[in-house]
Nanobody, 116 residues
Framework: VQLQASGGGLVQAGGSLRLSCVAS????????MGWYRQAPGKPRELVAS???????EYTDSVRGRFTISGDTNERTVDLQMNTLQFEDTGVYYC???????????WGPGTQVTVSS
């Protein structure tokens, strides 16, 4: 299984970006798909996740500004990021969990830079 993300970039504070991720190499429905991020000098943190049942979770700092969507049947997940803040800067990683493995699958990361 390979995950490929797109949509990162440079944006001014207050702006918006949309990240997209697709998992290929399997026809199995993903149990969970979501996004982590890692800022310079900080540990990787969960930003948002979405289960195959449609349940979404967000870290407190992005709730109300970010929206996760997608289709686990099709193994896609998107992250709409609005009202971006400097603190949202980091490398964003798409991830997926499948029923056939306890392993987490990760994309290579996409850079999001928010200028203040």
């Amino acid at each position: 299984v390979q995950l490929q993300a797109s949509g990162g970039g440079l944006v001014q504070a207050g702006g918006s970006l949309r990240l997209s991720c697709v998992a290929s190499g399997s026809t199995v429905i993903a149990k969970v798909m979501g996004w982590y991020r890692q800022a310079p000098g900080k540990p990787r943190e969960l930003v948002a996740s979405r289960t195959s049942g449609g349940t979404a979770e967000y870290t407190d700092s992005v709730r109300g500004r970010f929206t996760i969507s997608g289709d686990t049947n099709e193994r896609t997940v998107d992250l709409q990021m609005n009202t971006l803040q400097f603190e949202d800067t980091g490398v964003y990683y798409c991830y997926a969990k499948f029923a056939f493995s306890s392993k987490d699958y990760w994309g290579p990361g996409t850079q999001v830079t928010v200028s203040s």
